[in-house]
Every structure is written in structure tokens, then in C-alpha cells.
């Protein structure tokens, strides 16, 4: 079978054509769409959302400082600051649509100003043997993080002030 350039072109192009269709049509049998789970992955915050005061009840208080942050009283530095900050604007974690039952006096209760709202968020932590979970008392959401997250969020220098 003599073909010219082109026409092996074709070919090639015809045969993954067919081979694409062929992968959609098992894709769908293999996979049926009612077996499938689907976790939303979510932020804490929007992405939009700009943190402007932290504050961790009884002591603490971390406050936006132009493009830095400040920690009051004065018990972590710039850095773990940063990082600290930017695990509570990018971590992603799973919603939750029925929590286990807790106790609200085990919470860590931290209050979040955000830019463009007049009032706080309050969020609700909550440390299990197998996760943390985050209830945002504002927006009534519900969100479950690996447990290895909350010394991200919460250094241990919060317990020490």
C-alpha cells in the first residue's frame, strides 16, 4: 500500500480521531456519573478577600500592616507571619455537609475583619483526632482540613501569649 505524505497525514489524524472516541465511549460505561463522589475543594476565604485583622480570642491580635503583618503582643516574627497568613488565604479544604456532633466550649474561636465588610467573621476551630474542622459561624459553612493544617494556622507562639 503506497500512500503519499498527505495521505498518511490523514491517516495518523483519523486514527486518533478514533481512538479519542473510543476512550470517551468506555470513559462513560466505566464510569458511571451516579457512582462518581464529588468533593468541593474550597478556601476558607473567597479569593478576592483581603484579611485585614486575625484575631484569636482571649490575646491575640495579627493586623495587616501595608503588605505586612503585626502580631500584637509581639510573639511571632515576620516570616511565620507571612506563612501564617497565607495558609489562611490559600489552603483548601473539603465542605462539609453534616459535622460530628461537638462541643462548642472545646472551639478555638478566631474573628476575621475582611476589606469591604463591616463586620467580623467569627470562625469556630475544631481540632478531632482525624481532622480540623472550620465552622464559619457567618456564612453557616462547615470545612474539613487534613489535622497537619492547624499548626499552619494556628502556631503554637498563639497558646504561649
Known sequence: MKLSRTGWN???IFAIIGFIILINATNNKLFNKNEQTV???TTIFA??????TLYFYPN??????????????????EQAL???MRSWK???GSSVQKPPRLDEKMALI??????AQNQPQ???????????LIFNKTTQLWLSFPLAIFSQLVPNEIFSA
Do not use: F
Open 10 to 12: 490523514n491517516v495518523i
Open 47 to 52: 479569593q478576592h478577600d483581603t484579611i485585614l
Open 122 to 132: 467569627t470562625m469556630q476551630l475544631y481540632v478531632t483526632d482525624t481532622e480540623l
Open 60 to 77: 491575640v491580635t495579627i493586623e495587616r500592616m501595608g503588605k505586612t503583618w503585626r502580631a500584637t503582643p509581639d510573639i511571632l516574627n
Open 90 to 92: 490559600n489552603t483548601e
Open 39 to 41: 468533593v468541593e475543594q
Open 110 to 115: 478566631v474573628k476575621v475583619s475582611l476589606a
Open 82 to 84: 507571612e506563612q501564617m
